[in-house]
């Protein structure tokens, strides 16, 4: 690689450790770490190719994008201190009204 300059700390260390033949050392992980790895066809594109369709209405893809990896800021957290905020609501689709309103309490 000596055609190549390194340009930063990590690029130098990485040039030392190949010509120090010692760049295999490094080894990939064998389990997925976070979100950027998720692949969930369907939601990322319609039928059509287009994101015109997707979540309409929103209340189909409720539980479905409630994971810490879809939507975080729309919807709900799947780990919350409300678990049974869902227990009237077994159909997000059809028994969105019956959906708990949580407030907190001066406890909390």
Known sequence: MKHLKPLNKKAE???KAAD???AE????MITVAGCSATLDPGWEVDAFG????????????LYGCSDPCWWPA???DTMNTYPDWTKEAKSAGSDWRNL?????TDEE
Do not use: K, S
Request: charged share 20%; with cysteine.
């Open 13 to 15: 260390l990485l040039d």
């Open 50 to 61: 287009g994101v015109a369709a997707l979540c309409q209405p929103m209340e189909a893809d």
């Open 100 to 104: 708990d309103a949580v407030y907190p």
């Open 20 to 22: 120090d033949g010692t």
């Open 74 to 76: 729309q919807v709900p």
């Open 25 to 28: 050392e490094v080894f990939q």
